[in-house]
């Protein structure tokens, strides 16, 4: 029933001291209802039967976390990885199989859980804690430590409904973090707040994976998973599609995912005189068409353009950029010195990349053809293409692009080198 | 079940029912004042009807020789207000948490205990309020405030089982919140709180109204308070039946029912 009533409640299991958490053969159905009989009239009308279907949230599954792990579990909308999560936090009751917990578990499945705007902040820190299920003492003592790390000291008396929304969300993670739990379990509520107050988010994660502590992750964002988590797992229908390394998991999650997408041509915007146009962009990978994009692969981006005219000097541009974000380089025919006098009729660009340095993320391509000066603007194709690059042969994960770096450590009391793990 | 729990989570019921004291009458000019304008006016008006349009003789308190139905009156009716309030309040604050139950794994109960905590205080001001009134009219109601406290707390237990026992059963079927406006109004008008149970003639109608679950209770208050006397074994044993009956079936209702509630809510 309680949060931190369950530290003591299973040590039968010898052997299993660093399982943080066990799901045995977890099955989670939900009622769809008919006729919702939730009057007492329809209740007796229907002779005190509900006519419902029993819908598959969750189908046997089962899985472990051991201690110190960092579990990041993915799917797509509906695939049971929020009820996976509900049914580890004890929010929800397994029909079938059951939930064994051995750490200090918190689950933070919402901010600010209980907030009340009349009372001061003060007030709601310890009330929010004591629903997280903090005890009064322990309360008391972090009590200092919740209001720095919120950064709210001047306001921490004032009704919280006089706070900004970032105040407010602010306050909340400070009080959820302070919790201070074995096993932490999150709801993509990482992307929070301001800049800055992420980046302390940020760093209390890391603090609390230095310290062994464990953390299950549910989320859409595969690039946390990638670099925060150590094991993902793939939620799909109820069911565990894969279990693994996030690298791996991952991949294999988009690559489902693309495919199941084809290759949108939504979205695309055109803009420009019109004399010169690109019709489509292909990606190629060693020459073959709609392979999976990965880092270091040979890359062909092929534009395909027509012509109404005769097209003097006609200068053709690319431009990536990370999906909803910053622009990774914008290169041109210009640059390359491959600009053509003049064309006319049909006929393809190549522009080939020998070692792909992006890292694995969605990036979106744009392209463009202008004359020689990039002025006048031919055509341009705004989201001409988007596409996932997947991991490939580095193990960098943070940034944009890997600068194929080659790494020496010198020193009179340098030893040896250790196996890569 | 349900007590093991509260009194584990104690810190999180005390800061609840805090929570509830603190913000009730929140935004209001008059505040707390409400808390006795509420059974005053409502005396007023009872009054008034039962003096001048009913033109019905004052009750006669034995042994404490009172003759003031305001006085009456609300003897019996601080303790049954804080029954009715309580339910309807327990109700909404279930379906009212509803964001708060899909989110976070605490013990529900705690969402009606609160409820009832905070509702306890407001009972015993207003009965501290009514004492001063007992005093002012020359009745020493002093040494009946102990056997008072006591039949108080029966009732609280009372309250929590039939809180309990509806907010778990409003979650399934959303009629009961409207149900129980009727139910509450029945119970009221049949505890003996703005007539006298021994003036009806027909038997059954007065058996009712002594014996049944709320008339016990405020038959009880009204001997202690008002009549200055100790009601009889029999009436405490009635009392504490009640009390215990409703109470294992509304802890028994609402834990049955409490881990389906983050998927009905």
Not at chain 1, 283 to 289: P, T, W
Not at chain 2, 88 to 113: D, M, N, Q, R, W
Not at chain 2, 114 to 139: D, M, N, P
Request: net charge negative.
């Amino acid at each position: 029933m309680s949060l931190l009533g369950r530290v003591n409640a299973t040590d039968e299991a010898a052997g299993s001291d660093d399982v943080a958490l066990r799901v045995d053969h977890v099955s989670k159905t939900f009622r769809v209802h008919h006729e919702r009989a939730n009057s007492l009239k329809a209740f007796v009308a229907s002779g005190g039967r509900n006519r419902y279907d029993d819908f598959y949230a969750l189908r046997d599954v089962s899985l472990e976390v051991r201690t110190g792990e960092a579990l990041g579990i993915i799917g797509h909308n509906g695939s049971g990885k929020s009820t996976l999560l509900k049914c580890m936090a004890q929010i929800l009751t397994p029909n079938e199989g059951e939930i064994v917990v051995n750490k200090r578990m918190a689950a933070l499945l919402e901010l600010g859980a209980g907030f009340h705007p009349e009372l001061s902040g003060r007030d709601n820190v310890f009330l929010n804690a004591a629903i997280l299920g903090m005890a009064r003492k322990e309360i008391e003592e972090r009590f200092d430590a919740i209001v720095a790390f919120s950064g709210l000291e001047e306001f921490i008396d004032s009704p919280v409904k006089t706070y900004s929304s970032g105040m407010y969300v602010r306050l909340a993670f400070a009080v959820a973090i302070n919790v201070d739990p074995e096993l932490l379990l999150i709801d993509e509520i990482l992307a929070v707040g301001d800049v800055t107050f992420q980046q302390k988010c940020m760093e209390k994660f890391v603090e609390l994976r230095e310290q062994n502590r464990t953390l299950v992750l549910v989320t859409h964002d595969t690039g946390s998973v990638r670099h925060f988590c150590d094991r993902a797992i793939w939620l799909d229908h109820g069911t565990i599609k894969a279990d693994g390394k996030p690298a791996d998991v991952i991949d294999e999650y988009t690559e489902t995912m693309l495919g199941a997408e084809e290759t949108s041509q939504g979205g695309a915007v055109r803009r420009g005189s019109g004399e010169i146009w690109v019709e489509r962009v292909e990606l190629l990978v060693d020459g073959v068409a709609d392979a999976p994009v990965r880092t270091g692969s040979k890359l062909t981006i092929r534009l395909h353009f027509d012509t109404s005219e005769v097209v003097p000097n006609p200068v053709f541009a690319v431009q990536i950029s990370r999906l909803g974000g910053a622009m990774v380089c914008a290169p041109s025919s210009r640059d390359g010195d491959a600009v053509p006098e003049s064309i006319s009729g049909k006929g393809t660009v190549d522009i080939d990349v020998a070692d792909l340095p992006l890292l694995p993320g969605p990036f979106v391509l744009h392209c463009e053809v202008t004359g020689y000066g990039r002025q006048h603007i031919y055509d341009h194709l705004q989201n001409a293409a988007s596409f996932d690059v997947l991991s490939g042969n580095t193990d960098e994960v943070d940034g944009l692009v890997t600068l194929r770096p080659t790494w020496q450590v010198t020193g009179t009391g340098v030893h040896g080198k250790i196996d890569k793990q | 079940m349900s007590l093991r729990t509260a009194v584990a989570h104690r810190n999180l019921l005390y800061l609840l029912s805090l929570k509830e004291l603190r913000t009730r009458y929140r935004k209001s000019v008059l505040g707390w004042a409400w808390s006795l304008l509420n059974p005053i006016s409502q005396m007023i008006i009872f009054t008034i009807i039962f003096r001048y349009v009913f033109q019905r003789p004052d009750p006669v308190g034995d042994p404490s020789g009172l003759e003031t139905f305001p006085l009456y009156f609300l003897a019996g009716l601080l303790p049954f207000q804080f029954f009715s309030i309580s339910v309807t309040a327990a109700i909404a604050s279930v379906e009212g948490g509803a964001s708060l139950i899909k989110k976070v794994a605490f013990p529900h109960e705690h969402l009606v205990l609160s409820i009832i905590v905070a509702q306890f205080v407001t009972l015993l001001i207003e009965l501290a309020v009514l004492s001063v009134a007992f005093l002012l009219f020359g009745h020493m109601v002093l040494p009946w405030l102990a056997p008072m406290l006591l039949l108080m707390c029966l009732v609280a237990m009372f309250t929590i089982g039939v809180a309990l026992m509806l907010s778990a059963a409003n979650v399934f079927f959303h009629d009961i919140n409207y149900l129980w406006g009727i139910v509450a109004q029945l119970l009221f008008y049949s505890s003996p709180i703005i007539f006298v149970a021994e003036e009806i003639q027909i038997a059954w109608l007065r058996a009712i109204t002594n014996y049944g679950p709320t008339g016990s209770f405020v038959r009880a208050a009204q001997e202690i308070m008002y009549d200055g006397q100790m009601p009889s074994l029999a009436r405490w044993a009635q009392v504490a039946f009640y009390s215990i009956v409703m109470f294992a079936l509304g802890s028994w209702t609402f834990n049955r029912l409490s881990p389906r509630f983050a998927e009905e809510l």
